[in-house]
């Protein structure tokens, strides 16, 4: 009998201690599920509570579309991600731009065409600051954003860099060209 009992408790304690085994093999399993679950919610919510700046340019002569297609055509990894346009009925020209979201060398801009005419328009005051990679990037920028335009400081080394240009488009946004 005495036998009998080491025997039933040994048996009792390895299956035990098997079941042990096994619930802490599956509460590991359920709490690396919980874990990963609790940070692919943390990154999304990082991601989605990210402040995003974008440069937004409001034209008051219905060519916001022209001028886009414009900066597109003009730099590198551009391209037109979203328009929303003006209906039938709406404050603004039918078809011309209510919204629209585009990239200019993968940086965010937006852009509308304005229904109301503001006493305001573009500034030089603030402007797109572009870093040209060599002397041809910056010759063809600043002949093309001249062009129709105004040049405000003609390509030139004014002593913060190695040639620089200062141009108002024909579309009346400005663009600082820099090359180091």
């Known amino acids: 009998m005495k036998r009998f009992l080491t025997i039933l ?24 599920t919980e874990l990963d ?35 597109i055509k003009l730099f590198n990894n551009s391209k037109i991600i979203n328009i929303k346009r003006w209906e039938k009925g709406a404050p603004g020209k039918e078809g011309t731009i209510m919204h629209a979201t585009f990239s200019l060398n993968d940086k965010l801009f937006m852009c509308s065409d304005s229904p109301a005419i503001h006493d305001w328009g573009f500034t030089p005051a603030v402007s797109n600051f572009v870093e040209c990679k060599d002397e041809q990037q910056l010759n063809k920028l600043f002949s093309k954003l001249s062009e129709n335009g ?21 579309f009346g946004v400005s663009w600082q060209l820099n090359l180091k």
């Open 9 to 32: 408790f040994s048996s009792l304690f390895i299956l035990s201690c098997t079941n042990i085994e096994n619930n802490k093999n599956e509460n590991v399993i359920k709490l690396q």
């Open 37 to 71: 679950s609790i940070k692919k919610i943390i990154t999304e919510n990082q991601n989605s509570s990210k402040t995003q700046i974008a440069t937004f340019l409001t034209f008051q002569k219905e060519n916001a579309e022209q001028a886009m297609n414009f900066y």
């Open 150 to 170: 105004k040049v405000m400081m003609p390509l030139n080394n004014y002593g913060f860099s190695t040639k620089f240009g200062f141009v108002e488009d024909q």
